[in-house]
């Protein structure tokens, strides 16, 4: 009977290391402008967090996150900065964190604009939605190998792997949250003659924050999780202590540098989350003056206490 093994196999596989080294040999000053950015902003990032004293910094963080998400919020977060510390990974948290943070202004500098044009051009997301698919179930191992080849090894190559693997989720729910404006709503700002540039500022854009946000929090575990499995290219951090355990068959280490990324993933999880949920009475009016400044106009003076916003008008 005919089996599948006789079938002529394909060399798949050489024609992909093939490619990968051709990119590596030729394309390598690209590849070395892309790493530049990434490691300057990276090493700042670990620098500045490890320059901060201990006490100030949980200070800080306590008092930012009870004014952003409340003080349920601020109080887990306190004791879990203290926990870290208490377990004795706060140097291994602090460059993890510098990552996680690096990582997270790399996707939204890119991942907002990118899912902005998706949700404006359906040629534009006829393209991308097969690309993120495809970053999407990929395996985590599987981003190192290219990673690698491209890169090299270290904590810079493992930031580039954490964004390319911490990306799609903003992508898509930047095209989500703009595609569910609501149809009306738009139609009411083309109505008082906004331009596509307004109408995208200062109508889409707030109404979709919620939306985005809450792909910022996926982002943010997907990049936790990333940031676990780069330790293997040598990327520092609570990663690099749970690799080291398990290396050492030292079950208590490894279980010391998991706890301390748990904590670490649920302050920054709830965080966003309460983002993602908070009320913005008063932003609209903060976004609007700032599209206003961006295009060079200066607020109308109120008559009589009315207000010549076109959006409370909407």
Not at 35 to 54: R, S, T
């Amino acid at each position: 009977m005919f089996k599948a093994d006789d079938l002529a196999i394909l060399p798949v596989a050489q024609w992909i290391q093939t490619a990968v080294q051709w990119l590596a040999l030729h394309l390598r000053p690209l590849f070395l402008a892309i790493k530049w950015p990434v490691q300057k902003l990276l090493e700042a990032n670990i620098d500045g967090l490890h320059a901060v004293p201990f006490p100030l910094f949980v200070l800080v963080c306590a008092v930012i996150v009870w004014r952003v998400a409340g003080k349920a919020v601020a109080a887990f977060t306190l004791l879990g900065l203290l926990a870290i510390a208490m377990l004795g990974v706060w140097s291994d948290a602090m460059t993890t964190l510098g990552l996680i943070a690096t990582a997270i202004l790399f996707c939204a500098l890119i991942g907002i604009p990118v899912g902005v044009a998706c949700a404006r051009s359906e040629r534009v997301w006829r393209i991308v939605q097969p690309i993120l698919d495809i970053m999407q179930t990929t395996p985590t191992f599987v981003y190192l190998v290219p990673v690698v080849m491209l890169f090299g090894v270290g904590t810079v190559p493992g930031e580039v792997a954490v964004v390319t693997a911490a990306m799609p989720p903003l992508i898509r729910f930047t095209n989500l949250g703009i595609r569910m404006v609501d149809h009306e709503l738009v139609e009411a700002g083309l109505a008082f003659g906004a331009s596509r540039r307004q109408l995208l500022w200062e109508v889409q854009l707030p109404l979709a924050v919620p939306t985005i946000l809450g792909g910022l929090n996926q982002t943010v575990l997907t990049a936790m999780v990333m940031s676990v499995v780069v330790s293997m290219i040598g990327a520092e951090g609570l990663g690099l202590v749970v690799l080291q355990g398990l290396g050492r068959l030292d079950v208590g280490q490894a279980a010391i540098g998991g706890i301390a990324i748990v904590l670490l993933a649920m302050m920054l999880d709830r965080i966003t989350q309460r983002l993602a949920r908070a009320p913005r009475a008063g932003h609209g009016a903060l976004r609007g003056a700032l599209a206003r400044l961006a295009r060079g106009e200066r607020p109308a003076p109120a008559a009589d206490g009315v207000s010549h916003d076109p959006k409370e008008a909407l």
